[in-house]
């Protein structure tokens, strides 16, 4: 088990940024992990209950559209910053069973993404101040996960920290042909996962290796007893011994309790 965010910051974060203090901040779907680094070390971790969902379900509401064209929206025209979202750009959207299409502008579609991304970025700055490092954090704010990739959000993100903002990319231990597909965001945590289980897999070589076969789980080994032969028993007859008491049947049983239970009735007379 890894904590999602500690998995993110080694696939997106240079040690350099996380000795001279750093912030990372991976906007998911369901939530937002933030870690806050200062001399290697880290020294807050955080998760609020808000992340990407919420954005679609504001757009859904606010423009009274279907959850599918909500997300769609969000993804091909969203932008973090109403101002600067042209305003006499519009989109149509499908109908609801054969209704007719409604017509969304730029701006509105932005001003609604602005308002959550803005109470998401107040959280992460309670986070920040709360860290007892937001002073030190020489390297600003990196911010990952599938929310990273909206856009001017990194824009948004400067204007409400004062600090430092770049996208963090899982790009520092990729190689191969999948790299550039690879190369998202939104792949951070899986990519440090993946990291993390090379280290485990690389310690357990190291141990095995320097003879410390005994921190680790041993393979069951089944001894094979050779087969012998056995006596067969089946024609000699049991000798029921003196000490031996015969098998009683049920009913012998029933009899045996009944006279006891009359005993005891009379001795309580008696």
Do not use: W
Request: charged letters at 25%.
């Amino acid at each position: 088990m890894i904590l999602e965010p500690l998995a993110s910051s080694d696939a997106v974060l240079t040690e350099d940024e996380k000795e001279a203090g750093v912030v990372l901040v991976d906007i998911g779907g369901g939530t937002t992990d933030v870690a806050v680094y200062y001399d290697n070390i880290i020294r807050h971790t955080a998760v609020i209950p808000l992340g990407g969902n919420v954005v679609t379900k504001d757009i859904k509401e606010g423009c009274a559209i279907l959850q599918r064209f909500a997300e769609q929206l969000k993804i091909q025209y969203g932008s973090a910053l109403g101002d600067i979202a042209p305003e006499d750009k519009v989109v149509s959207i499908p109908g609801i069973s054969g209704r007719e299409p409604k017509e969304i502008s730029f701006r509105s579609l932005a001003y609604i993404i602005q308002s959550r991304m803005e109470e998401i970025i107040d959280f992460v700055n309670f986070e920040i101040q709360n860290s007892g490092y937001s002073d030190k954090l020489a390297a600003g704010v990196v911010i990952t996960g599938g929310g990273a990739m909206l856009k001017h959000l990194p824009q948004l993100m400067k204007f409400k920290t004062a600090m430092d903002v770049r996208i963090g990319y899982p790009n520092e231990h990729l190689a191969g042909n999948g790299r550039t597909e690879i190369n998202q965001p939104m792949y951070a945590t899986a990519v440090g996962l993946i990291m993390k289980g090379f280290e485990y897999l690389e310690t357990y070589r190291q141990g095995f290796n320097a003879g410390k076969e005994e921190d680790y789980v041993k393979p069951v080994h089944r001894e094979v007893v050779e087969e012998t032969e056995v006596p067969d028993f089946r024609d000699e007859e049991e000798e029921v011994t003196e000490t031996q008491q015969p098998k009683l049947s049920i009913t012998d049983k029933l009899k045996a309790v009944v006279s006891k239970m009359f005993e005891v009735e009379d001795q309580a007379i008696s």
